[in-house]
């Protein structure tokens, strides 16, 4: 295997450029860091140790926090004090248990990666990437904000896990969004279903991941877009390499933040490559009903690279970006901008260090 190496590293350094983004364009949107909180990794909160955090929301005025762990399956409720552009205090106020008994949970295991809650209905919305390895589909699911279940949405065949398409383990719903109108959800794939193209290379491939929007009265998909991902960033020197989409949101009709995650191996706490851009789908093509994505005519949303944290690697704790897969818009900052929240996810590792990281971000949108 040591053999392969080289060759590997050849073609990293050929097509690197070429596989990723590099250009900021902040013509639309610009993004400024202003803080990071790094949550201590002993805290407790009812009996559980806090980490995994994979999703984060905020509503008036208190913040949700998914745990992407299926024992003890629960997110947090949670107060962020922001003072003069500076988070100043983090507090966790409960822990609230999803309702594993619910006979939904018979057939589809919790593997929670998003959350969002909806005020107005008392709803939290959850999604959940199942167990394909293990023939068992992923999900969408609401919950009562005493973690009770009400109710799911119905998935498209080519999410299940027998579908023909093949969706990849570990790789299916991963980013969640509340529609501007508040009328459905959007719901982004990780990585590509394995007939729609390859897992992101050094080099570039036709990666694309699908991201679907789901009609809140129906409980159905009516809409898709094809959403292309960037190629790996860092030679895994260690054979294992990912990057996919972790997180949405959208600012505007068909418009959104989305957040890419890039992982190599072998680099240690400096493996992590996180990105966000600027994506417009409003001229994509509805791409629910096509079958595969190799030799379809589509067009796929446009992306724009707004912020890449390797620009703020010096201001973040030991300059490690870690395991960044969660953002919400949270409060107005003092000048009437837009602050975003983001939460890294530490695994609960015990072998490398990895901090759970709370981002200040300040959004500016033109």
């Known amino acids: 295997m040591m053999k392969k190496l080289p060759i590997l590293a050849i073609l990293g350094l ?46 008036n005025g208190k913040y949700y926090l998914i745990v992407d ?32 008994s619910a006979d939904f949970f018979k057939d589809h295991p919790l593997d929670p990666e998003s959350i969002r809650f909806l005020p107005e209905e008392n709803q939290v919305y959850i999604t959940s990437e199942g167990n394909i390895n293990n023939i068992q589909d992923p999900s969408i699911f609401i919950l009562n904000e005493n973690g009770n279940f009400e109710d799911a949405f119905k998935i498209p065949e080519h999410f299940t896990a027998t579908g023909e398409q093949k969706p990849r383990h570990n790789g299916v719903f991963e980013g969640l969004s509340e529609t501007i109108d508040k009328k459905g959800i959007w719901v982004s794939t990780e990585l590509p279903l394995e007939k729609d193209g390859p897992k992101p290379k050094l080099f570039p491939t036709k990666s694309f991941t699908r991201i679907t929007y789901f009609d809140k009265d129906s409980k159905k998909a009516s809409k898709q877009f094809a959403y292309k991902l960037d190629g790996i960033s860092k030679i895994p020197w260690l054979y294992f390499a990912i990057n996919g989409v972790t997180e949405i949101l959208e600012y505007k009709k068909d418009n959104f933040l989305v957040l890419e995650r890039a992982y190599s191996a072998g680099h240690g706490s400096k493996s992590n490559t996180v990105k966000i851009f600027d994506v417009d789908a409003e001229n994509a093509t509805n791409i629910l009903n096509q079958n595969s994505l190799k030799k379809g005519n589509f067009n796929s949303a446009k992306k724009r690279l707004v912020f890449d944290f390797k620009s703020v690697r010096d201001q973040l704790t030991d300059k490690i970006i ?10 107005k900052l003092p000048n009437g901008k837009q602050s975003l929240l983001l939460i890294s996810d530490n695994n609960f590792n015990s072998f490398t260090k990895q901090l759970t990281q709370l981002i200040l971000l300040e959004i500016d949108i033109k």
């Open 14 to 59: 050929l097509f690197y450029s070429c596989a990723t983004t590099n250009k900021i364009e902040n013509d639309r949107l610009k993004i400024r860091f202003l803080d990071e909180y790094v949550i201590d990794k002993d805290l407790k909160v009812d009996g559980t140790k806090v980490g995994g955090l994979s999703g984060i929301d905020y509503k």
């Open 69 to 100: 762990t299926p024992s003890d399956a629960r997110f947090y409720e949670a107060e962020v004090d922001i003072s003069s552009n500076k988070i100043d205090t983090v507090k966790f106020n409960k822990a609230v248990f999803i309702e594993k």
């Open 322 to 331: 870690d395991n960044i897969e969660g953002i919400c818009f949270g409060p």
